[in-house]
């Protein structure tokens, strides 16, 4: 086994900084792919280390346990989805810059792998709520928190009428962007029209924006 900082092929020296990032996504793949087939319970770090072909302890050093190694699968998987600039920084009109993110958000949902992952902690839940709280921080919490940063912005709140309840936008745009989705957990093998599902998030966007836009 050998850690992930270390550069493969070499014998001795600093590892580049290319190499250590090669590894640790080649270690997140690892993960996810343990995860959604074994469920989060029944999948132990030494399993993890094993097919990823790093030492337990590299895990410990770089993600501080199996908790922090689900969060940083999760924010590696926003990564990949989300390609705008940050919402903190992004000057666009409110309505351009929702936009963007609703269908990175609903891509990001939808995926098959994030339905899989959102499966298994719906089935370990109860049994495992460190499942649920780690779920939970690494990926919906942090989404409504930068949701709750951009919405309350003075230059963004003064684009929407002055009587909305800011503080409840996050949640309300989430249920917007997710929609049907709770049939997608009941009926696994339900076939959605991609055309449909994006004509159907755009109509939902538009009471969204009825809502909150002078």
Same mark, same amino acid.
Request: net charge positive; glycine share 6%; hydrophobic share 40%.
């Given at each position: $086994?050998?850690?992930?900082?270390? @550069? @493969?092929?070499?014998?001795?020296?600093? +590892?580049?900084?290319?190499?250590?990032?090669?590894?640790?996504?080649? %270690? &997140?793949?690892?993960?996810?792919? &343990?995860?959604?087939?074994?469920?989060?319970?029944?999948? =132990?770090?030494? =399993?993890?280390?094993?097919?990823?072909?790093?030492?337990?302890?590299?895990?410990?050093?770089?993600?501080?346990?199996?908790?922090? %190694? &689900? =969060?940083?699968?999760?924010?590696?998987?926003?990564?990949? #989805? #989300?390609? =705008?600039? +940050? $919402?903190?920084?992004? $000057?666009? +009109? %409110?309505?351009e810059v929702i936009d963007d993110f609703a269908h990175q958000m609903h891509d990001l949902m939808t995926s098959p792998e994030a339905v899989d992952m959102q499966r298994i902690v719906l089935a370990e839940a109860p049994t495992n709520p460190q499942l649920a709280e780690a779920f939970w921080n690494g990926g919906p919490r942090k989404t409504r928190e930068m949701l709750s940063g951009y919405f309350s912005r003075p230059n963004v709140r003064a684009q929407m009428r002055p009587d909305v309840p800011v503080e409840i936008l996050p949640c309300v745009l989430m249920s917007t962007i997710g929609g049907e989705q709770f049939m997608t957990f009941m009926h696994p093998h339900r076939v959605v029209d991609p055309d449909k599902a994006k004509r159907d998030l755009e109509a939902r966007l538009e009471l969204f924006y009825h809502g909150i836009l002078p």
């Open positions: $086994m050998h850690d992930v900082a270390e @550069c @493969c092929g070499k014998a001795a020296g600093r +590892p580049k900084a290319a190499d250590v990032e090669a590894r640790t996504q080649e %270690l &997140l793949q690892v993960a996810t792919a &343990l995860f959604l087939k074994n469920g989060y319970t029944k999948t =132990s770090l030494e =399993s993890i280390a094993r097919a990823a072909h790093v030492a337990v302890r590299t895990i410990y050093v770089k993600f501080g346990g199996k908790e922090g %190694l &689900l =969060s940083a699968v999760l924010a590696a998987k926003r990564h990949k #989805f #989300f390609r =705008s600039q +940050p $919402m903190e920084t992004d $000057m666009r +009109p %409110l309505r």
